[in-house]
């Protein structure tokens, strides 16, 4: 079955980019029901949508954190990939990776998560 | 503070029925459906409710949704241990932004 894997980075420092990947497993990020999504969690704290992106390349995002995201999609290696520039420690989170049901906006398959720690 | 409300705990007794509520407005939770996730400790959120009140295939029917106006709610009947856990509801906003509510931690007494 189709799965979703997280990788990257578990430190980053202050002011820097942190730069994620998923790799999609099982099928085709190609499918055309779906938008792949990134949302974060820090400790103890609840879910928050980052953006998201469709296979044509559109991409909608968090309007709070639209000036410094960035999410790509590269076909070929079945992966979607998530940067987001400037960090400081409140973007400390589990980052998690998700598939986007496009009718009424779902998240029917989520990855793992993976730690992110903005710290110098 | 997230624009879709939740209480944030809720508890209840084995066997019971519980309900936790979701409070959003018009350009949200009123002009799109609402979708629910659980969350148990140390583990990815999992999709519960979508829809308003569909349940993906594995979710047992304990679990249900509904939603009137721009309020929702996800009520569980016969608790059980097994359900407490972390729950957030979810809905897309017309300005094109995706909102999670606060989340409802679920103490089963």
């Known amino acids: 079955q189709v799965q979703l894997q997280e990788s990257g980075p578990g430190l980053v420092k202050p002011s820097q980019t942190l730069s994620l990947t998923c790799t999609v497993s099982?099928?085709?990020?190609?499918?055309?029901?779906?938008?792949w999504s990134w949302i974060r969690q820090p400790a103890g704290k609840g879910l928050e949508w980052i953006g998201r992106?469709?296979?044509?390349?559109?991409?909608n995002y968090n309007p709070s954190l639209k000036s410094r995201v960035t999410i790509s999609v590269d076909t070929s290696k079945n992966q979607f990939s998530l940067k987001l520039s400037s960090v400081t420690a409140a973007d400390t989170a589990v980052y998690y990776c998700?598939?986007?049901?496009?009718?009424?906006?779902?998240?029917?398959?989520w990855g793992r998560g993976t730690l992110v720690t903005v710290s110098s | 503070q997230s624009v879709l409300t939740q209480p944030p705990s809720a508890s209840g007794t084995p066997g019971q029925r519980v309900t936790i509520s979701c409070s959003g407005s018009?350009?949200?939770?009123?002009?799109?459906?609402v979708n629910w996730y659980q969350q148990l400790p140390g583990t990815a959120p999992k999709l519960l409710i979508y829809?308003?009140?569909q349940r993906p295939s594995g979710v047992p029917d304990r679990f249900s949704g509904s939603k009137s106006g721009t309020s929702a709610s996800l009520a569980i009947s016969g608790l059980q241990s097994e359900d407490e856990a972390d729950y957030y509801c979810?809905?897309?906003?017309?300005?094109?932004?995706?909102?999670f509510g606060g989340g409802t931690k679920l103490t089963v007494l």
């Open positions: 099982g099928g085709s990020i190609s499918s055309g029901s779906y938008y």
């Open positions: 998700a598939r986007d049901v496009v009718i009424n906006w779902y998240f029917d398959l």
């Open positions: 018009s350009s949200n939770i009123g002009s799109n459906t």
């Open positions: 829809s308003n009140n």
């Open positions: 992106i469709y296979t044509s390349g559109s991409t």
């Open positions: 979810a809905a897309w906003d017309d300005s094109l932004n995706g909102l």
